[in-house]
């Protein structure tokens, strides 16, 4: 474990040191574990808890520019690279932090490093061309019933289903509450999406740490995966818009990125849909091949540079812990 990514920089020069046999080489001593071990208890639903929390069913269901899914290729840089979170990328990414006692502050040290560093590595993406943009989105006829999201076809038939977790208290959400009910006889419609920027930047970064150039490798990959995460943002509002939920966003992308807006993005492996199996009925459903996208056996996105999500409109849609409280 490293604190932060230099420090990471650090343990992989001594790993590397250490499988050349360079003398002295070394890791840190083992640090004794300060939290002991404890076996998780999955209890269940108790006889109380609800099926369905107290979320309203009566909002106005979006009507949505298609059924199906699409593909968008070639996106523009400069259309996404204004989602982009500088914060993240610096700070969780490149390990950008003032040091203590004297020295430059760390919004100094973004202006005299981090941003002239970053401006560099965009020109480079875009004169190398390592970058290619793709997503491939779509909208989906739908309703609830219990923990379940029931996917339709065009008949009415189900064509497939996620199950997602429900809060054990407090509101008792559960994803799926955020759509009709299939009692209501009324049919609801879900977002999915999945984006990426494609290989090349991959095989770039491979490249960097096959040549043992760890702190160029750091900040290209590091930068590869907000991009990615810039071009899900940049997407997930194109989708809201279609839906007609973009009139009260946000000014700014702080505003964005605390998410001042209706018609969340959740993405998979996340408290609320946990479940990275269900990419696989993600896949089945946009066919993320004909982008580049492929799942591995371990439901991971190749290349890594990729993301996806579902796209909730419900106006009380917001991220919660399903293992407790809203």
Not at 49 to 71: E, K, L, Y
């Amino acid at each position: 474990y490293a604190r932060d990514a230099f420090e990471g920089l650090r343990l992989m020069d001594a790993l590397i040191g250490i499988k050349r046999g360079v003398p002295g080489a070394a890791l840190p001593e083992l640090k004794q574990r300060r939290v002991k071990a404890t076996t998780t208890v999955v209890d269940e639903r108790p006889p109380e808890q609800p099926t369905r929390s107290d979320v309203a069913t009566d909002n106005p269901v979006p009507t949505p520019p298609f059924r199906g899914s699409r593909v968008v290729k070639g996106i523009p840089l400069k259309d996404y690279a204004s989602w982009l979170d500088e914060s993240a990328l610096f700070k969780g990414q490149w390990g950008l932090k003032a040091a203590r006692g004297t020295g430059p502050t760390y919004e100094e040290l973004v202006e005299s490093e981090g941003r002239p560093r970053l401006r560099g590595l965009l020109e480079r993406l875009q004169t190398d061309n390592l970058l290619e943009a793709a997503v491939v989105h779509g909208y989906f006829p739908c309703v609830s019933k219990g923990d379940d999201l029931i996917i339709l076809g065009d008949d009415g038939s189900e064509r497939t289903r996620f199950t997602f977790p429900r809060q054990s208290r407090g509101r008792y959400l559960c994803l799926a509450d955020f759509f009709r009910p299939e009692e209501s006889g009324e049919t609801d419609v879900v977002a999915l999406q999945v984006v990426t920027v494609g290989s090349r930047i991959g095989e770039e970064t491979a490249k960097l740490f096959e040549a043992d150039s760890y702190r160029d490798y750091l900040e290209l990959h590091g930068l590869s995966v907000q991009l990615a995460e810039a071009l899900a943002e940049y997407w997930h509002a194109r989708v809201r818009a279609e839906l007609g939920l973009a009139g009260s966003d946000p000014t700014g992308l702080d505003g964005m990125l605390r998410t001042e807006y209706q018609g969340c993005r959740y993405s998979l492996g996340y408290p609320a849909c946990p479940d990275l199996e269900d990419r696989a009925k993600i896949a089945a459903l946009l066919e993320p091949e004909r982008i580049g996208v492929q799942l591995s056996e371990e439901f991971q996105l190749h290349p890594e540079q990729s993301t996806d999500a579902i796209v909730v409109h419900h106006p009380e849609a917001s991220y919660f812990n399903a293992g407790g409280r809203s």
